[in-house]
């Protein structure tokens, strides 16, 4: 009657492996490794979106280990198309670097303006979606 159970048992059908706690078996679940990411703003913004308002996408990633690859392309889309916006709305505005040297106030305020512009674009496309 007194039958030792195994202490591992690996599942057929999925492949999880399980260990003996007590009488339970409990799976041994690891993460996939993942290369160190920097994340840069636009990195951290869609973060921090994925985990607020969509927490099921944000743990499917996490758990196949796609999360880190998809911030870099989300930061790397997000750099390359907000220093685009930028170029063209420059253009749009006639803003020259000559203005810099005679209106430098000017200067700033519109291209704060074209940044700000540029990024709302950026996170209506890529970040908040």
Excluded: C
């Amino acid at each position: 009657m007194n039958k030792e159970l195994p202490k591992t048992k690996i599942d057929e059908r999925t492949g999880i492996e399980y260990h003996l706690e007590g009488d339970y078996y409990i799976p041994n679940l690891v993460m996939p490794k993942q290369e160190k990411l920097i994340l840069n703003k636009y990195g951290r913004m869609r973060l921090n979106y994925l985990k607020e308002h969509k927490k099921a996408e944000y743990t499917i990633m996490l758990m196949n280990g796609t999360l880190n690859a998809h911030l870099k392309e989300i930061q790397e889309t997000a750099d390359n198309r907000v220093q685009k916006i930028i170029s063209e709305l420059k253009e749009k505005s006639n803003l020259t670097e000559d203005m810099k040297n005679t209106d430098m106030l000017y200067w700033v305020g519109t291209m704060n303006s074209i940044k700000a512009q540029a990024e709302e674009i950026i996170f209506s496309e890529l970040i908040y979606i």
